[in-house]
């Protein structure tokens, strides 16, 4: 059973253009969402999290939307650049000691 | 800076020899340290958790005597394929929590490409 849902499965947008991905999920003792950025050949490096008690994190140009009784968030990406173009995994935590990871979204970013 | 080291990035063996991963928390302890395998295109699958000083947790599925983990020290596990088949070819990662709070992130390593011949 997929403990978080991720879609689009794959996004292209034109440069500025404004991604959006969005995760779902059931467990509602889950208690630490983080984002995770991931480029061909490398381990995925954190990009943003939110923790439940926020509706919103914004850090540079990657914000994440958090809604909590619809026990979904996602990640917005502002004036998205070629550079951004990779693999977007969400996952969800519980207590800090397992992670359930969604499928990835493969974005690319049009010059 | 990296806060997980794993090596080797890339390792190429013939069928039926073992292979061993290093995966490494550089500057801070880590307790426990997590094994995740990823198919092209694909999301990772957690395949154990590795504990320092005691067995490691498989997921189910996991073939506990091909994937061997030891975890000997408080900041290096080792994974280690045995008898590698060719379906064994993918991306392992490991990856390990910097603190033990609840919303501590993990942090991953750069991952080991292995190709079985």
């Known amino acids: ?111 | 800076g990296a806060v997980v080291s794993q090596h080797p990035s890339r390792v190429i063996c013939k069928s039926g020899t073992s292979v061993k991963i290093e995966c490494r928390s550089l500057d801070f302890q880590a307790t426990t340290m997590f094994w995740y395998r990823q198919f092209p295109k694909q999301s990772l699958m957690l395949m154990a958790t590795s504990n320092e000083g005691s067995k490691a947790t498989y997921e189910q599925g996991v073939e506990k005597d091909k994937f061997l983990i030891n975890h000997a020290s408080l900041t290096l596990s080792t994974l280690t394929v045995t008898s590698a088949h060719p379906e064994d070819s993918s991306f392992y990662i490991c990856s390990a929590n910097l603190g033990q709070s609840y919303n501590s992130p993990l942090h991953f390593g750069n991952g080991t490409r292995l190709t079985v011949t």
């Open chain 1, 1 to 111: 059973q997929q403990q978080v849902k991720q879609s689009p499965q794959s996004l292209i947008v034109q440069k500025g253009g404004i991604p959006i991905i969005n995760c779902a999920y059931e467990n509602t003792a889950f208690d630490y969402f983080p984002w995770y950025q991931q480029f061909p050949g490398k381990g995925p490096a954190l990009l943003i999290a939110i923790r439940p008690d926020v509706s919103e994190k914004k850090e540079g140009r990657f914000t994440i939307s958090f809604n909590k009784s619809a026990k979904q968030f996602s990640l917005h990406i502002m004036d998205s650049q070629p550079g951004d173009s990779a693999t977007y995994f969400c996952a969800a935590s519980l207590t800090g000691n397992q992670f359930y990871f969604g499928t990835g979204t493969s974005l690319t970013v049009i010059p």
